[in-house]
């Protein structure tokens, strides 16, 4: 081999060398940069003219755990931001300074002293405090629970404007990577940068990367929408609800049209958040408004049964569930609909049946609609419900409608509410209404009463034993409709006062009067009907007009039991006693008051627990894949010291060759001189 041979292997070497060791330079400079994938110089060698050539330098990198990487990212920040909210949500509720468990349990010690003591003004005053305690707690807890869904709203917005960034990004990147490559230059930063990129959208929504063409990434989320083709991206935008404004959604902006996407995210942390609001949050406003709602309607229902101090019958404690604007409240309107609403009303009919949950009502056609509890998913059809052929028939009925299709008039009867939808015209195919029968109980829940003598801690009805009685026979009475005739046809008086009167033994048999004329007493009758010589159970109740009639034990003939009008009644706490009794019963599906709210504090306890054990799952699997995939792409410095001794020593030999060539060629010169 000539000296010039020598000389030109042992500049190749040099550079090849310099150029590894410049690899490695900048492989430890990057240690620490976040996203930055080892590089590594390919040599190969000149097999005519001897000698060795750089081919590329080229990043390390893996495929599947790039993917895996993005996958476990978005899985994470997911559970991350949903256990964040429920563990919120779940002080919260659970909290003394915020629980409406604690505010009932007073509201029901006050309501006891009452009970003791019927005549005290202070007592009196006391519940009226604490039910004005209740009221401001079930409006507070709900202002603070749908404070977290303003701040799911402003995440929306905040975080869809980050992907958007992002989105177009990565299209610029695309598009420099492209230029690079068609330049014939290498493009590894640009590409850790995209992946980068890549990873950091990931923690916001769940994407999907496909690798095209010229090394370009298209980026698609939710069922395919696009967010990157090539150079060009799309604007993920938070939009508002439709027909409920107060839940904003996403939509993918493609060629000026929103692609709404809301339902089909699932991943990141925008995927945390409405999966935290459609399974805990939107559960829990509605449990609580149905709480609220079902205390206001069984307590003024039980209140107005009674009499207060000044004689008269009593009216709302708290704000009646039914008012025109409540009703009015819980029904809207899709924006797309065809038809006009003309009349949109949800009254609450049965709180015991009542759901906490929203319905959506969609029309198939103009006489053909089915009704989605959104609770649970169950689908109702109007096939499902039985036909009525009047609007007063619905009274009483569950699972029942009635329809006028042609005047665009339907209403529907369903777990404890009653549906009327009136539109201008015709209903029209694919006409939307969202009903919320609970979803604004806790905030529209108030007092009315602020005086307590007002309070009806009475019953309107006196019972007046005989005292020549011989039986056993002991009375009471129920008030079922303080609005009926009896109560109403002359204020302070009961229209008319009756005696019960027992006539035979075997059977025993008895016979209401009409003791209007105490001289001249007539048998009642009710709905035409005489109530003469009617055969008696022990226990069972003698219906009359407002009000039932009770006689437990046995009665002997000849015995009488009277009931008047409670004139003058102040110690009686006989109606205050059967509004204590509500703390216990089963007024709501599934058990009292409490029990609902316990269950709810369950619930969101569960919910919280599971999410944080999730969250540390998911970041452990984290964890592992970035490990793994730092151990496969990221720089090791003692294998990178290593290698830089092991060019820095392959360098110094290259320059010793070019050196040896030199003290040939010196020597050559010299021999020939």
Do not use: C
């Amino acid at each position: 081999m000539s000296s010039f041979g020598l000389l030109g292997l042992g500049v190749q070497a040099t550079n090849a060398n310099k150029t590894a060791l410049g690899v490695i330079g900048h492989n430890i400079s990057n240690v620490n940069t976040p996203g930055y994938s080892r590089q590594v110089v390919n040599f190969s060698t000149q097999t005519e003219q001897r000698g060795v050539s750089v081919d590329s330098i080229t990043r390390i990198t893996d495929d599947f755990l790039t993917r895996q990487l993005w996958s476990d990212t978005s899985s994470f920040y997911r559970t991350d931001v949903f256990a964040d909210m429920a563990s919120e949500l779940d002080n919260l509720l659970a909290t003394d300074s915020t629980s409406v468990s604690t505010a009932i349990d007073n509201y029901f010690k006050a309501l006891q002293n009452a009970v003791d003591d019927p005549t005290s003004l202070p007592n009196r005053e006391l519940f009226v405090a604490e039910a004005e305690a209740l009221a401001r707690r079930f409006n507070d807890l709900n202002t603070v629970v749908m404070r977290q869904n303003d701040t799911i709203n402003a995440n929306l917005d905040s975080l869809s404007s980050q992907v958007s960034v992002l989105a177009g990004d990565i299209a610029e990147l695309n598009g420099k990577i492209a230029g690079e490559v068609s330049a014939g230059r290498e493009a590894n930063e640009l590409r850790d940068q995209r992946d980068q990129l890549v990873e950091q959208i990931s923690e916001l929504i769940d994407v999907r990367v496909v690798e095209q063409g010229r090394d370009e990434f298209s980026i698609f989320v939710s069922n395919g929408e696009p967010l990157v083709v090539g150079v060009n991206a799309n604007q993920l935008v938070a939009i508002d609800g439709d027909p409920d404004p107060t839940k904003k959604g996403l939509a993918v902006q493609i060629a000026g049209n929103n692609v709404e996407i809301t339902d089909r995210v699932e991943g990141g942390k925008l995927g945390g958040l409405l999966a935290y609001r459609t399974d805990v949050l939107d559960q829990s406003i509605n449990e609580l408004g149905r709480i609220a709602i079902a205390f206001a309607e069984t307590m003024n229902n039980q209140h107005q049964a009674g009499i207060d101090l000044n004689g008269d019958l009593g009216g709302l404690l708290f704000s009646d569930v039914n008012s025109g604007s409540a009703m009015a409240s819980r029904v809207s309107t899709n924006s797309n609909n065809s038809s006009v609403l003309s009349s949109g009303l949800v009254k609450i009919v049965d709180v015991s049946k009542l759901q906490a949950s929203d319905y959506e009502i969609t029309f198939n056609s103009s006489d053909d609609l089915v009704i989605e509890r959104l609770s649970d998913g169950k689908i109702i059809n109007l096939d499902d419900l039985t036909q009525v052929a009047t609007s007063s028939d619905l009274d009483g009925q569950d699972n029942a409608y009635y329809s006028n299709f042609n005047d665009g008039e339907v209403q529907l009867v369903l777990d404890g509410v009653q549906i009327n939808l009136d539109v201008t015209g015709r209903f029209i195919r694919g006409d939307r209404f969202l009903v919320q029968p609970v979803r604004q109980g806790a905030s529209q829940f108030d007092t009315v009463i602020s005086d307590g003598r007002q309070l009806a801690l009475a019953s309107p009805v006196r019972i007046l034993t005989s005292a020549d009685n011989t039986g056993t026979g002991v009375a009471e009475v129920n008030v079922t409709d303080p609005a009926s005739t009896t109560f109403q046809a002359t204020l302070g008086a009961m229209s008319p006062p009756v005696e019960v009167v027992f006539n035979n033994d075997s059977p025993t048999t008895y016979t209401v009067y009409d003791i209007s004329d105490p001289l001249a007493p007539t048998p009642l009758s009710i709905g035409g009907t005489p109530l003469v010589a009617q055969a008696f159970t022990a226990g069972t109740p003698i219906v009359l007009d407002g009000y039932e009639i009770t006689i437990n034990n046995q009665p002997q003939p000849g015995d009488r039991f009277t009931f008047e009008y409670n004139t003058g009644g102040v110690s009686d706490n006989r109606n205050a006693l059967k509004m204590s009794n509500l703390q216990l019963s089963d007024v709501l599906e599934g058990g009292s008051y409490q029990d609902i709210y316990g269950s709810l504090i369950e619930r969101v306890g569960t919910e919280t627990s599971v999410s944080v054990i999730n969250r540390d799952a998911s970041e452990s699997v984290l964890k592992s894949t970035q490990e793994s995939k730092s151990s496969l792409v990221g720089v090791n410095l003692d294998e990178e010291a290593a290698k830089l001794i092991q060019f820095q020593q392959a360098y110094q030999a290259s320059a010793q060759l070019i050196s040896t060539s030199q003290t040939l060629f010196d020597t050559l010169l010299n021999s020939v001189s």
